[in-house]
């Protein structure tokens, strides 16, 4: 089936499928502009039959990770303005043309909502505050960059998170740019929760009802702080709110190879353990203050009418 895909199609699926390239936003980015560059790969005789291609290359690409929402949103972006396109009557070349311009429409305007996240998100943010984050999110990152470049003096503790150590990315990046940072181990969260004033996380995924979906270990990170009155903020694009947790069904939660937990000569040596690799967990809403997206500021509970509107259902 793939072999019918460009093998820049095909790389781009397996560095999200490795997480070669990752992040949320960064993986949605990833799969449309493989899609874009697959206009031009794809010959074809009409307008339905570039359709039934690049609907097989959206499958395709979907499949590399199953959890974060803002893949299958960012593709069908792209699948939508086909139908738009086509709807509309465009010849073959006018509509290559026209989707092309979508899928990068989709990319730019990505960026630009991360940014508008650390220019919201930061006013929340208050001079002196110890702020606390997990793995490495571009959008979490935003936040904490603008209030520092506002001059806030801040300090961030980070997570190392396991089992990946993406946290490292996080605490690396910041550093570079001259913020304070700690790097600590998962497990000392709730030793250190005392001294954090907010813990800004990112999302791979929203459900309508406000829970969020991230990095294993937020949801326990989000009830220490929940025990410890500390507030916390999910940053996050509005292209992670999942559809169709809207109709009842569940986000899919990604489980990994065990040998990212422990070497697989080390299991090889006791076969009777078994090994669960979550990629992501489910904090409930009640244990989240805001999530601030490129719209706005919202509690947990305004995500469903953030949703309608975004979708007008309303
Ligand atoms: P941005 C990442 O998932 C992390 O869970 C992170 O919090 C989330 O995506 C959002 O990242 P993974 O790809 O979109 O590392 O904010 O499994 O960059």
């Not at 009640?286 to 953030?306: A, N, R, S």
Request: aromatic share 8%; hydrophobic share 40%; net charge positive.
């Amino acid at each position: 089936m793939s072999e019918e895909f460009s093998s820049k199609l095909k790389q781009t699926f397996e560095d999200i499928r490795t997480m070669k390239v990752r992040g949320a936003g960064r993986i949605a980015r990833a799969a449309v502009a493989a899609l874009r560059d697959e206009i031009f790969y794809v010959s074809d005789s009409s307008p339905e039959e570039f359709y039934k291609r690049m609907q097989a290359a959206a499958n395709f690409l979907k499949s590399s990770r199953p959890t974060a929402v803002s893949l299958p949103n960012g593709i069908n972006t792209v699948i939508k303005s086909i139908q738009k396109g086509i709807a509309q009557g465009l010849d073959l070349k006018s509509l290559k043309e026209y989707v092309a311009k979508e899928a990068e429409t989709f990319i730019q305007k990505s960026i630009e909502a991360q940014k508008k996240i650390g220019e919201i998100g930061t006013k929340r943010i208050v001079n002196g505050d110890t702020i606390l984050t997990h793995c490495n999110s571009q959008s979490a990152i935003s936040v904490i960059e603008t209030a520092f470049k506002e001059g806030k003096q801040i300090k961030v503790f980070v997570t190392e998170t396991r089992p990946r150590f993406q946290g490292r990315l996080t605490a690396a990046y910041l550093a570079d740019h001259g913020i304070d940072v700690t790097l600590i181990p998962d497990t000392a969260a709730r030793l250190y929760m005392r001294k954090i004033d907010k813990v800004v996380v990112g999302a791979d995924a929203i459900a309508v009802n406000g829970a969020v979906v991230n990095k294993i270990g937020t949801s326990q990170i989000a009830a220490l702080a929940f025990e410890s009155r500390t507030r916390v903020m999910v940053a996050a694009e509005t292209y992670k709110i999942s559809p169709q947790t809207y109709w009842g069904e569940l986000i899919e939660i990604e489980m990994r190879s065990p040998y990212e937990v422990a070497p697989k000569s080390w299991l090889d040596k006791h076969p009777r353990i078994k090994v669960m690799n979550p990629a992501f967990d489910i904090t409930p809403p009640q244990y989240i203050d805001f999530i601030v997206t490129e719209k706005g500021i919202y509690p947990p509970q305004g995500i469903i009418m953030l949703f309608k509107e975004l979708y007008e259902l309303a």
